[in-house]
């Protein structure tokens, strides 16, 4: 089957644009992640869907960033007001964790992720 | 706040054994979990501890001590492919992930 996968590849932008990066799970996947990685650093978590809800949006840097996933499945991390420091490689992870399981039962999948360029 | 600590490079040889370290702060900690990633590429899941001892999984093994807080990658019958960073990750008691800021193994021929 099919991995996580995430759209685009890149994307570079300007100061102040308005950016939406794309990611599809794993079919079946109920909880799906986001996490934001720049050059040298490990993974940084942004925010938890377990679902349609945010079940931890603890890691979202400032109101600039929002994240939805209407249907349980697609979700999208919306950036207004771009800056440069948002450049970075943002990741997306999918696993099977059910609600009320401990995260560490289930392995979580990463997409190749979108390397974002604010210019 | 939560973080870790692994070494920042480690370089080998092909056929050698090689082991990455991890240390970790222990409030709320539930395991330890380890992820390669290739240059470009995305993480993928390697291993999980939650309890002390070692766990294997072919060429790699992953070791827990809750009592040291510490945990440790060994790779074994290093190849070339194995060129990659390695991140140790910590779960504490909320349902995120905190990596380490990785381990960029380097093997020579």
């Known amino acids: 089957g099919a991995g996580v996968s995430q759209t685009p590849s890149n994307k570079v932008t300007e100061k102040g644009k308005y950016v939406e990066l794309r990611c599809d799970p794993i079919?079946?996947?109920?909880?799906l992640y986001w996490y934001r990685q720049s050059l040298g650093q490990g993974p940084e978590f942004l925010i938890y869907?377990?679902?349609?809800?945010?079940?931890?949006d603890s890691g979202l840097p400032n109101d600039r960033f929002f994240a939805v996933r209407p249907e349980g499945s697609v979700s999208t991390l919306k950036i207004q007001r771009t800056e440069r420091g948002d450049s970075a490689v943002y990741l997306c992870?999918?696993?099977?964790?059910?609600?009320?399981?401990?995260?560490?039962?289930?392995?979580?999948?990463f997409g190749p992720g979108t390397r974002l360029t604010v210019l | 706040g939560q973080s870790l600590e692994q070494p920042s490079e480690v370089t080998a040889v092909e056929g050698a054994i090689v082991q990455i370290n991890c240390t970790y702060q222990?409030?709320?900690?539930?395991?330890l979990s380890w992820y390669q990633q290739h240059d470009g590429g995305a993480p993928t899941f390697l291993s999980y501890?939650?309890?002390?001892g070692l766990e294997e999984t072919g060429r790699f093994s992953s070791f827990l001590s809750r009592s040291d807080s510490y945990g440790y990658l060994l790779l074994q019958e290093l190849q070339m492919k194995d060129s990659a960073s390695y991140f140790c990750?910590?779960?504490?008691?909320?349902?995120?992930?905190?990596f380490g800021t990785g381990t960029r193994l380097q093997v020579f021929p």
């Open positions: 079919s079946g996947h109920t909880a």
């Open positions: 990750a910590v779960s504490y008691n909320t349902d995120k992930l905190i």
């Open positions: 992870a999918s696993s099977l964790k059910a609600p009320g399981e401990a995260l560490w039962t289930d392995t979580q999948y």
């Open positions: 869907f377990q679902g349609t809800g945010a079940a931890d």
């Open positions: 501890n939650a309890l002390d």
């Open positions: 222990t409030s709320g900690f539930y395991g």
